[in-house]
């Protein structure tokens, strides 16, 4: 995150805060520079795309769309987390792709896609002892890997009729995603997309975890910029050709989340409280955004 007295992001030499440092709540337009690609990878180490990069990214983004609808259908009452894991696993092999969360990271993540169930924030991990039952709530969080190209979405399921907490938080969510999404075109800064989300969520009752955040992906799994979902300082404008997730976790109760000793991947929320998410891939384009995802609530 860049702070008040950090050199500024368009490279000019001064202070973030005598240069681009937002006032009045408006920020100053981005520089119209042809180095503005160099510019950004340097300092930010945000990877603006190539037209023959977005076209790759769009495609895998299609795939684990595809791949992450046709999973949520099978999260019904009865179904274990390990068949829907599996059966992810077969689409990504069908379609000649590589699940991006196999393996990845520290410890490896031993399964392919992400099943975190009511008050699992995110992470969570299949195995054949979790069997989906009326009134839960899934997160189903798919990354794909098609050709070299990274797509990265989750939605959530409700396992028949819910609790009206549940339902609540859940709706929460996917709001929080589609209204910070709304706001996106080039010169906005990173830091709206947490304000969206912040007001709404705090608004209607819920909280934000800030312990994790989007991100750049497309080229990697994992890019530049941190995109917060929750209040934030990060100045950094949006220019063509960046591609990020935004994934809102809201969760019911407090925000802390509390990641599990063992596995050392499954976050849940400190209260117990239920927990829901949706995710989709961004492109930022000339008049505005395109999403990348193109799964339909």
């Not at 983004?61 to 274990?80: F, N, P, Y």
Request: aromatic share 6%; net charge negative; hydrophobic share 35%.
């Amino acid at each position: 995150m860049i702070g008040r007295n950090d050199a500024c992001w368009c490279g000019s030499g001064k202070k973030w805060k005598k240069c681009h440092f937002p006032q009045e709540g408006k920020p100053k337009p981005a520089p119209t520079t042809k180095n503005l690609k160099s510019l950004y990878e340097k300092n930010y180490d945000i990877l603006l795309k190539t037209p023959e990069q977005i076209a790759g990214i769009r495609r895998a983004c299609h795939l684990s769309s595809d791949i992450l609808m046709e999973t949520c259908k099978r999260a019904v009452a009865g179904v274990t987390t390990q068949e829907l894991n599996d059966f992810a696993h077969k689409l990504h092999l069908d379609a000649g792709a590589i699940p991006a969360a196999l393996h990845y990271g520290e410890p490896p993540f031993p399964k392919s896609i992400c099943l975190s169930l009511n008050e699992v924030i995110c992470h969570g991990i299949a195995d054949t002892k979790t069997v989906l039952k009326e009134g839960d709530i899934l997160n189903i969080d798919v990354a794909s890997i098609l050709d070299g190209y990274y797509g990265d979405c989750s939605m959530m399921v409700c396992v028949g009729a819910v609790s009206p907490e549940k339902q609540r938080v859940v709706d929460v969510a996917y709001e929080c995603l589609m209204r910070s999404i709304a706001i996106l075109k080039p010169g906005v800064l990173v830091s709206a997309v947490g304000e969206a989300i912040e007001s709404y969520a705090t608004g209607h009752g819920c909280s934000v975890v800030h312990q994790f955040v989007g991100h750049g992906v497309g080229v990697y799994f994992h890019e530049g910029p941190q995109v917060p979902h929750c209040y934030n300082e990060v100045g950094i404008p949006l220019v063509p050709g960046m591609t990020f997730t935004i994934e809102p976790m809201i969760n019911a109760g407090v925000r802390e989340g509390v990641i599990d000793s063992k596995d050392k991947w499954t976050a849940r929320t400190k209260d117990g409280k239920p927990s829901a998410q949706w995710e989709h891939t961004i492109l930022i384009t000339e008049e505005g955004h395109e999403i990348l995802t193109s799964w339909k609530r």
